[in-house]
């Protein structure tokens, strides 16, 4: 009877009604306070959730009652450690490596209790002590290895968070290939590895953000926060999760996004996005503007050159300008582009005395919220009668939102068609999708406006 409620409740965690877990647990450890299993079982999920306190609570209550074995104890650990009583939290993870040196949590916990108080010599012994009776361990010898490299002590905890990054990646392949809840298991357990590391509660609230959790997400990412109150990633998700929706987002948050992926962008977002856009702005334009060439022509974020090429065949010169200096040198690998800037669309227009003939903007005004100086600045540095052509995702909201679960901005027609009246004529718009997320198509709006010729 215990064996089955404790397999239903993690049933139900495995199906993400983590609060009917809890529930269950809670209620056989009523019912039978003093079986060991059921406080680990319940202790194990408050961990998983992070809830150090709670788990502390049960499972140094059940010490003092019971006799605890050494799992139960570096559990414990593990909550003390998370709750930043090291020296307690270490003096326990001790007692489970003499005790029962075949637990590999013992050694991680103590290793890691030690470098927080600041003995990496004792800690180096640990793990290779560690390492004698789990010569397979990742954990073990990652932590040795980030140990001998000697990194300063404020920048061990993001040192240590690495192996995460593997549990992650694997997280974001379960939760592409529709496994949201072995992807939610494998990030909570990347914050079980290492609960001070802010990348993976940053990771955690994105993600609840995505199965529109918004509450819990506010909850992950407010954690990640108060750890790393740098992170541009972190604010701008926090900001749009709890409804503040700024006119554009930070230089820094777009900079790291694009940096962060553009090794893998035009794979991606071609090969598995279907991101079609580029060639279908160029069949727009060239539905409309029937001249052979465009001339100079000006691609705000350029990104890796993707709108570049294929519209290199119809112009005389062309220009990029982009935040991300690893989307740039992409770009540059191409060899269209006349010049590269690593800069502000809106400050690189805003500086600039150059003319051009078009602008294009594909997929780039999804990371500015208020189009507004962007348009003035566009229709200044164009030549009378000159062609503008971006697109945006369309919304019912006006004049434009941000969704909280893919970072991005949305425009309403009506709001493109007023900022482009004061410099354009009646631009052509064309509903399309853009790409794909989560495997549904994204809808958006091609918009090709020309320039009044005064
Ligand atoms: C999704 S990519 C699109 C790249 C390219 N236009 C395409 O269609 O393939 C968005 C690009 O816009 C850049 N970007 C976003 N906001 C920007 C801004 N305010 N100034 C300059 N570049 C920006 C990003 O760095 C990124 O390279």
């Not at 040795?144 to 002590?153: A, D, V, W, Y």
């Not at 590895?193 to 993976?200: E, G, L, R, W």
């Not at 030549?383 to 939102?401: C, I, N, R």
Request: net charge negative; hydrophobic share 40%; with cysteine.
């Amino acid at each position: 009877m215990i064996e089955t409620n404790l397999k239903n409740a993690l049933g139900l965690w495995a199906g993400g009604d983590q609060e009917g877990a809890l529930l269950l647990c809670q209620q056989v450890m009523r019912e039978h306070p003093n079986v060991e299993q059921v406080a680990l079982t319940y202790s194990g999920l408050l961990l998983h959730r992070e809830d150090f306190e709670q788990a502390a609570a049960v499972l140094d209550d059940f010490q003092n009652q019971y006799s605890a074995s050494p799992a139960l104890l570096a559990n414990l650990s593990i909550a003390l450690r998370g709750l930043k009583q090291f020296e307690r939290a270490a003096k326990l993870a001790e007692r489970v490596t003499i005790e029962a040196p075949q637990l590999v949590s013992g050694w991680n916990s103590l290793g890691l209790c030690l470098i927080e108080l600041d003995q990496p010599e004792r800690a180096t012994q640990v793990f290779q002590t560690g390492l004698q009776h789990h010569p397979e361990s990742p954990a073990l010898s990652h932590h040795l290895h980030q140990l001998s490299k000697s990194p300063p002590k404020d920048k061990l905890s993001e040192a240590l968070a690495s192996p995460i990054v593997g549990l992650l990646k694997s997280a974001q392949t379960l939760s592409d290939e529709g496994n949201p809840v072995a992807a939610e298991a494998m990030i909570r357990k990347a914050i079980h590895f290492n609960p001070d590391s802010s990348y993976s509660h940053r990771a955690l609230g994105c993600f609840l953000l995505r199965h529109a959790r918004i509450t819990e997400g506010i909850e992950a990412l407010e954690k990640a926060h108060t750890l790393d109150p740098s992170c541009p990633t972190t604010q701008h998700f926090l900001q749009l999760a709890r409804g503040e929706i700024p006119n554009k987002p930070s230089s820094e948050y777009v900079e790291r996004l694009f940096d962060d992926y553009a090794e893998r962008f035009d794979e991606h977002l071609v090969g598995q996005l279907d991101y079609q856009v580029p060639r279908m702005l160029v069949e727009l334009l060239a539905s409309i503007e029937t001249s052979q060439n465009l001339g100079e022509v000006l691609d705000l974020g350029c990104g890796t050159g993707l709108m570049g090429d294929a519209l290199k065949d119809q112009v005389s010169h062309i220009d990029g300008v982009d935040l991300s200096q690893k989307m740039l040198d992409l770009a540059k690998r191409r060899n269209i582009y006349r010049s590269l800037v690593r800069q502000d669309i809106e400050a690189y227009l805003h500086h600039t005395d150059q003319r051009w003939n078009a602008m294009v903007c594909t997929d780039v005004l999804i990371y500015v919220g208020d189009l507004r100086l962007v348009i003035d600045q566009i229709a200044k540095r164009l030549t009378p009668k000159g062609w503008l052509g971006f697109s945006v995702e369309s919304t019912h909201t006006y004049p434009y939102t941000a969704d909280p679960a893919s970072g991005r901005y949305q425009h309403h027609t009506e709001y493109l068609h007023e900022l482009l009246s004061k410099d354009f004529g009646t631009p052509v718009t064309e509903e399309v999708h853009l790409r794909k997320n989560i495997g549904l198509p994204v809808r958006g709006t091609l918009v090709v406006a020309q320039k009044k010729s005064v």
